[in-house]
C-alpha cells in the first residue's frame, strides 16, 4: 500500500519451486476424499495423495457492524485488500481515514500512509480497549506510543467501540461510537481479527479445536495421513499449555518447516508459541513475546514486575535513541514469562529474540542477573548497564522485599 513492495515481491515464484522439483497447480480444492485419498478440483482435474497438507490460511473478520457493506469500508488482510485500497484511494482521493482496531496491522499501515504523504490525511484509530496494541503491550508500556502516535498527528481513540458505520448513497460517511461521538470519514479500515479457514478440513471430518484445526505436536490432524499448520490450526501457548490461536507468520513457517520434516521420517515436535512479534510505526519500533502483565494476571499467576530506561549506544557515543524494556515474572517460580520493548532504534528491539529465548530455556530472575550482551559503545549501552540485566536485578530487589 505504501508502494514499497510489489505483490509478485512478496510471494516464492513458481519457477522457484519447480526448480526444486515441485508442481504448481492453480485451482480451488472443492472436495477431499480422505478413504480413497483422492483431492477434487473446480475445475474437473483429480489428485491422488499418500499425505496431504493443509494450509488454508484464515480470513479477516469483519463484525456485524451496520454499514460494513459501504463502498469505502476496507480489510485489512491480504494483497486483494491492499490493491482495492490504493484503486479506491487512487479514485476518490480521500481524507478523513478512520480505522477501527489498533492491532500492529492498523498501526504499521496508518503510519506508513502518514509518512508516505505528510500533512494530506487526517486519520483516526478507534480501538475498543484501553491502549493501543492490547495484545503485545501492557498500557504502562503503550501510552508512550499513543502519545507519539499523537505528535505524529494521528488520533487514538481507546476505550471507545464502534456501533455504527454510516453513509450515503451507498458511500461511507463516518462511524458512530457507543460513547455518543460521531466521527466524519471517507473510508473506514476495519481490522480486529481474524477466523480460521476450516470448511474444508470440517468437511472431511477432522477433529477442530477452539481457534482451528486441532494438530498434534508433528503437525498430524486426527487423521494421520494429513497434515495442517499455520493461521488455520490451533496452536498450544509454550507457557500456558493452553490452546492459542497464534496466527502470526513465525508459527506458521516453523509448523511448514516440521510438517515437511516429519514426512521426511524426523519426529521434530512444535514446543508451542509465544506469540512473539514486532511491528515499526514511523521511527518507533515495538517488539513483544510471551504473556504480557495484565495476560499473566489473567491466567491467575503471581507476577514481579520490572520496567527500564535505555539508551541505543553507550552514554559517550552521540547519537543515542531511547528505548525501554519491560520483563515479567512468575513469584512462586522467578521463571520469566514474558517481554515488551518500545524502541527509536531497530536494533535493541532484537533483543525481543534473547527474551523468547530465555522463556523457552526456563531462565530465572536469578540466571539473568548474569546475562551479558555483545557489547559495542555503537551497537548497545554500556555493560553496566545492560537492560535485561537492570531488569531482572530491579525483580531480585523487588522479591527480596516482599
Not at 195 to 206: M, Q, V
Not at 255 to 281: E, T
Not at 322 to 332: E, G, Q, Y
Request: proline share 5%.
Amino acid at each position: 500500500m505504501a508502494g514499497l513492495a510489489t505483490p509478485d515481491s512478496i510471494v516464492i515464484p513458481d519457477k522457484k519451486l519447480e526448480d526444486a522439483g515441485i508442481n504448481i497447480f492453480n485451482g480451488e480444492v472443492t472436495k477431499v476424499d480422505a478413504e480413497k485419498k483422492k483431492v477434487f478440483i473446480s475445475d474437473g482435474r483429480l489428485f491422488d495423495y499418500n499425505k496431504l497438507f493443509l494450509a488454508t490460511g484464515a480470513s479477516s473478520f469483519t463484525p456485524p457492524i451496520e454499514g460494513n457493506d459501504l463502498k469505502g469500508v476496507e480489510e485489512l488482510r491480504g494483497i486483494s485488500d491492499a490493491e482495492k485500497i490504493k484503486a479506491f484511494m487512487a479514485d476518490n482521493n480521500p481524507k478523513k481515514l478512520i480505522f477501527i482496531g489498533a492491532g500492529f496491522i492498523t498501526m504499521e499501515i496508518a503510519s506508513l500512509i502518514a509518512a508516505a504523504n505528510p500533512d494530506v490525511y487526517d486519520i483516526t484509530i478507534v480501538e475498543l480497549f484501553n491502549r493501543p496494541l492490547p495484545l503485545m503491550l501492557d498500557k504502562d508500556m503503550a501510552d508512550p506510543v499513543k502519545e507519539y502516535f499523537e505528535e505524529k498527528g494521528i488520533k487514538i481513540l481507546t476505550g471507545e467501540k464502534v456501533e455504527k458505520i454510516t453513509g450515503s448513497n451507498g458511500n461511507v460517511t463516518g462511524v458512530e461510537l457507543g460513547s455518543g461521538k460521531k466521527l466524519g470519514a471517507d473510508m473506514v479500515f476495519v481490522n480486529v481479527g481474524v477466523r480460521p479457514n476450516t470448511a474444508l478440513a470440517e468437511d472431511i471430518g477432522l477433529e477442530m479445536g477452539t481457534f482451528g484445526i486441532k494438530v498434534n505436536e508433528f503437525q498430524e490432524t486426527s487423521n494421520p495421513d494429513i497434515l495442517a499448520g499455520g493461521d488455520c490450526v490451533e496452536k498450544r501457548n509454550f507457557i500456558t499449555q493452553k490452546p492459542d490461536p497464534g496466527r502470526l507468520r513465525g508459527p506458521a513457517v516453523m509448523q511448514g518447516r516440521l510438517a515437511a520434516k516429519r514426512l521426511a521420517g524426523y519426529d521434530i515436535s512444535f514446543p508451542g508459541v509465544l506469540n512473539v512479534g514486532g511491528c515499526q510505526m514511523f521511527d518507533l519500533t515495538v517488539s513483544a513475546t510471551g504473556l504480557t502483565e495484565e495476560a499473566a494476571l489473567k491466567e491467575k499467576f503471581e507476577i514481579i514486575c520490572a520496567t527500564v530506561d535505555s539508551k541505543s549506544k553507550h552514554g559517550m557515543i552521540p547519537g543515542a535513541k531511547p528505548w525501554r524494556i519491560k520483563l515479567v515474572f512468575d513469584k512462586k517460580t522467578q521463571i520469566i514469562l514474558g517481554g515488551q520493548i518500545v524502541s527509536h532504534g531497530i536494533a535493541p528491539a532484537r533483543e525481543i529474540d534473547a527474551v523468547s529465548a530465555f522463556i523457552l530455556g526456563g531462565k530465572t530472575i536469578s540466571d539473568l542477573t548474569t546475562f551479558t550482551s555483545a557489547c559495542n559503545p555503537d551497537i548497545s549501552s554500556e555493560p553496566s548497564a545492560e537492560p535485561i540485566t537492570l531488569a531482572a536485578e530491579q525483580a531480585l530487589q523487588k522479591l527480596r522485599k516482599i
